[in-house]
């Protein structure tokens, strides 16, 4: 089955066989990409590679420089300097062009509140000189892949935040683009509409469409995303799959200790040289080890009680203090 009928029977709009996607081997490409405002460098030179259907997730601390490189991607802002590419052409020369095949999912909502759901998606398509008659027929498709149905006569301002993001989506996808930017999509959503979303956007990568994401979840990350760049000032920190850089960046297990804040630093010092490497964060002491039990019990031998205690497998969050040395909403 090819991608246009895939498509339309997943209820999303059927324009998406045709060429625009296939007659490039790579969707985004960049190289010794910059980006200054003024004395500060937001991107400090990094090279990219995105090919069509890839998951990709461009994951930093804030002000790492994510959000400049997608407004970069997106058209909307001009490189310093260095090279940029997007579905084969250039954004700062072809602006309009790149922007009529991508979707773009901004952080924070723009629906019109006062129109109702339907017609978000109705005058959005008007936008792409898309029919009246083919924007009806692609605002019930998105309804229904968004499971909108029901509230298709509602006001924007009558639904809940995560159908509004369910929404936000559906209307990104009103000109069947190729490729879709979308910046942390469900920020601020409860489990349940999270997962709700992370569906709708595992089907659209299933059918063939290239997702450009950015998150401070690392549980969606690693559902979503097939590779991460983790970027820091600017810079290209690693890159790879989610399982790639846990292996690569951190040991299989990490231990977390409590000890209480006035005796972590302590303790780390007599715990020294156990496993891999021994951190001390601001309310626990981190062991980074292959066995997590093993140095459960040389804690135990050298006589420390901690308050709490956990073995876990090693995360992307583990990556990121690891590479960055601090967290991702910091």
Known sequence: MDQQARRGGDGLP??????????????IRARSLVKRYGDFTAVDGIDLDVPPGESFGLLGPNGAGKSSTMRMIGGVSRRTSGELTVLGLDPDVDGPAVRAGLGVVPQDDTLDSELTVRDNLRVYGRYFGLSRAECRE????????????????????????????????????????????????????????????????????????????????????EQLCDRIVVVDQGRIMAEGSPAQLIREHVSREVVELRFGREHNAEVARRIEGVGDRVEVLVDRVVVFADDGEAVLEHVAREGLHPVTSLVRRASLEDVFLRLTGRSLIE
Do not use: C
């Open 138 to 221: 692609r605002a019930e498709r998105l309804l229904a892949f968004a499971h909108l149905e029901e509230r298709a006569g509602a006001k924007v301002e009558e639904i809940s935040g995560g159908m509004r993001r369910r929404l936000t989506i559906a209307r990104a996808l009103i000109s069947d683009p190729h490729v879709l930017l979308l910046d942390e999509p469900t920020t601020g959503l409860d489990p349940q509409a999270r997962n709700l979303l992370w569906d709708r956007l595992f089907r659209l990568k299933e059918q063939g469409t290239t997702l450009i994401l950015t998150t401070h979840y690392m549980d969606e990350a």
């Open 14 to 27: 059927g324009a998406g066989g045709d060429e625009r996607g296939r007659a490039v081997e790579t969707v």
